[in-house]
């Protein structure tokens, strides 16, 4: 085994041992969490090793850096998240490779991940990113659309052709009433995602938590934890 891939099984085992004990903590089941590993930053050569160590699902969160990634690695078993904030001049090279993307946020990227999808004959995945710091109408400082908003993405996503409704995301808010205050973000969001699976029962999916929280995540019920810096280190390796 290579320096790196020890370094990057020691870390997995670490964060796994983290997930472990908040679901038991918690009460709940291992498997009802599901790690993403964010490879921002990182070569492919990483995002190889990742997967030889049994991870499935990662994320990246622009799409200059995460379409070479994924296209050198489409011979892997992966699952690609898109995280980041997506415009629209980006949305047909991220429906070439992306299964989910998390980061919906307003009616205009649903219109055009839509158009892309079906040009691409793939079905997306995505979830309305919620920004728990953003004023009503607003986007917030980190992306992401006002909690008031979920309704009218849901719809919007659902009735659009090739995308899947799944769920909602965040991430926990540096400004506003929830600053400072991960477990009662998460906590709204889980609110949030009970209320939209009343008309969207399969929209089942809660991605919040990073490496500093994943903890207060998935106390408070989220399915998926997005984990880049406590697998892969603080470091940018670039290459």
Partial sequence: MTDRKSELAENLARVEDRISSACAAAGREREEVTLIVVTKT??????????????????????????????????????????????????????????????????????????????????????????LDAESGERGSRGGAAAEQLTELAELVAAAPGLRMDGVMTVAPLVGPYAGRERAAFERLMELSSRLRADHPAATMVSAGMSADLEQAVAAGATHVRVGTAVLGARPRLG
Wanted: hydrophobic share 45%; proline share 4%; glycine share 4%.
């Fill in 42 to 131: 990182y070569p492919a050569s990483d995002v190889r090793l990742l997967a030889e160590l049994g991870v499935r699902h990662v994320a990246e969160n622009r799409d200059q850096d995460a379409a070479p990634k994924a296209a050198a690695c489409a011979d892997l078993p992966l699952r690609w998240h898109f995280v980041g904030q997506l415009q629209t001049n980006k949305v047909r090279s991220v429906a070439q490779y992306a299964h989910v993307v998390q980061s919906v946020d307003r009616p205009r990227l649903v219109t055009a991940l839509s158009a892309a999808a079906e040009q691409s004959g793939r079905e997306l995945g995505c979830l309305v990113q919620i920004a």
